[in-house]
Structures are given as structure tokens and as C-alpha cells.
């Protein structure tokens, strides 16, 4: 017969205290979950009225001047381009910073720089800088006596210009530090094997590093889209004239007054949990393929 060894005085006060932590963690976006789904006669708080898919259809139908299919369609386009910005800077700089560069250390604490700075900040000073863009290219088009041109030109604040810097402020730095944990436990072996049997070094990263660091760079990719889905800070003041479904779900706090606010939240929380869920399986499945290459005779 097995005998469990007998739980410490401790366990069941820090129990306790991890529980809450849980329930205050979770328990409002539980609490936005089960509203979204009341019945027509719902309102903004208990005791739920119902249950139904009501305020979902009417989230549909659109609230008010808000067009939300088109904001969603923003938000997934801005955060698919962050996305595969940040893959596309993060590993080269980690495959970079492998060896020793001259003014390294400068150029990493310049780029985690904007995780200390105030979002709001960094959203403000990317939003000037583009103003001043914009009036020295207006500037030049009058001096150019384009006047037709500068007539027609509008700002160039947007969601891939302005609003995508600001974004890769957030997400290239916990890229790269994601990077350097990956690097720093790889096991530089497997490239001296495949260079030992006639591999180039773009052929030893491209069919031996990158498939082992897969996953991590799956990873990443999550990181950058999930990270740019719900950001409003930093695109407050640089996306220029329109806005992403964080920000329309940040006005309308102030003006819809029925469950349909809820059920706009269930539904941005339940894309990031698709990406999240999408991501996991991806991962799993590439690292199980890395474990059958390393134990392949």
C-alpha cells in the first residue's frame, strides 16, 4: 500500500492564497463572459436575464456609427504585420548577438528601452515625429510647385506606418529576449555536425538551426500578434484617423450602455485564445518533429 506523505502546515493557507490570486485574475473576464450572453431584457450587471446569443447578433448588426467588421479587419491586418515583423527582426538578431558585436551592448539596451518608457509616451513621441514628416513633406511638395499633389496628399500617420512602429516598440524587444533564451541553451554540436559534412553556413541555419528553434519562433509569432491585438496605448496616438477594435471597445465604454459592449470583449478576448490555442498545437507539433530529428540514426 503507498503512503502520501503528509501535506506541511503551509500548504493549504498558500493554497488559499494562489485560489484568490486565480479568482482575481480570471474572474472578471469570467464575469464579461457570462454577461455577453443574456437574454434581450439584459443589462450591465447581475442578476443575468436570460441566456442567449441576442447581444451577439446585435454586435453584428453594428453599434451605432462603429463599424466593427471594419475595425476588426484592421486590428487582424495590424497585427498580422506585427507579427511577421517581429519574426522577421527578432531571429536574425538573435542569431547575431550569438557572437560578440561591436557596440552590441549599446544597441540591446536601445531596444529594450521602450519597455521602460510609459506606452502613452512612446505613442505620443511617434505621433510627433510623424507630424513632423508630414509638414516636411509638405513642405517639399510646395517647394516643388506640386501643388496638385499636395493638395491631395493626407497624413502619413496609419496603420502600417505609424501605428506598426509603434507596435514593434512593444513586440521586438520580448522577441529578442525570447531569442537570446533560446540561443542560450542550444547546443551549437548539431551546426558543427552539419559543417563537418559540407554544409554552407546558410545551409546549416536554414536546415538545421531554424527547424530546431521552431517552436520558440512559433512562440514569438503568438508573442506579436497577441501583443498588437489588445495594445491601446501605444496606438492612441499614432494610428492616425482611424482605429483598431481595442480602441473602438475603449469608446464605446462611454456611450453603449447594454450588454453588446460585453459581448464585443468576449469577442477580442476569444480571438486571442484561437491565436493562442492555434499557436500551442503548432508548437507541440513542431517540437515533437525536433525530437524525432535529433533520435534519427
Avoid at 44 to 61: C, D, I, Y
Avoid at 106 to 114: D, G, K, R, T, Y
Avoid at 180 to 202: H, I, K, Q, S
Avoid at 270 to 290: H, N, P, Q
Amino acid at each position: 500500500m503507498t503512503t502520501h506523505p503528509a501535506r506541511p502546515a503551509s500548504f493549504w493557507p498558500l493554497a488559499l492564497f494562489f485560489g484568490l490570486f486565480v479568482l482575481f485574475l480570471y474572474g472578471p473576464m469570467l464575469v464579461i463572459f457570462v454577461l455577453s450572453f443574456q437574454g434581450p431584457e439584459g443589462g450591465l450587471s447581475f442578476p443575468l436575464r436570460g441566456v442567449s446569443l441576442h447581444w451577439f447578433r446585435k454586435l453584428a448588426e453594428g453599434l451605432g456609427v462603429v463599424d466593427i467588421g471594419a475595425a476588426l479587419g484592421r486590428s487582424l491586418g495590424l497585427g498580422a504585420a506585427v507579427m511577421l515583423c517581429t519574426v522577421a527582426l527578432s531571429v536574425p538578431a538573435g542569431l547575431a548577438f550569438r557572437k560578440r558585436l561591436a557596440g552590441g551592448d549599446a544597441l540591446f539596451f536601445i531596444v529594450v528601452a521602450s519597455l521602460i518608457m510609459p506606452s502613452i509616451i512612446v505613442s505620443l513621441g511617434i505621433g510627433l515625429e510623424f507630424r513632423l514628416i508630414d509638414s516636411a513633406i509638405k513642405s517639399a511638395l510646395q517647394w516643388l510647385g506640386m501643388d496638385g499633389t499636395l493638395q491631395d496628399y493626407g497624413s502619413s500617420l496609419g496603420l502600417f506606418t505609424s501605428a506598426l512602429g509603434a507596435h514593434l516598440t512593444w513586440t521586438l524587444p520580448f522577441g529578442l529576449l525570447i531569442m537570446f533564451a533560446v540561443f542560450n541553451r542550444f547546443d551549437p554540436a548539431y551546426e558543427e555536425a552539419a559543417r563537418d559534412l559540407g554544409a554552407t553556413p546558410w545551409q546549416s541555419v536554414a536546415h538545421v538551426v531554424l527547424p530546431l528553434i521552431a517552436p520558440s519562433v512559433v512562440g514569438i509569432a503568438m508573442f506579436g500578434f497577441t501583443l498588437s491585438w489588445d495594445e491601446i496605448a501605444r496606438t492612441s496616438q499614432a494610428i492616425g484617423d482611424v482605429n483598431t477594435l481595442p480602441l473602438e471597445l475603449q469608446g464605446l465604454t462611454s456611450t453603449v450602455t447594454t450588454p453588446s459592449i460585453y459581448a464585443l470583449g468576449t469577442l477580442i478576448t476569444g480571438v486571442s485564445f484561437a491565436v493562442l490555442g492555434i499557436t500551442l498545437a503548432l508548437a507541440w507539433a513542431l517540437e515533437r518533429r525536433k525530437n524525432r530529428v535529433k533520435t534519427a540514426p
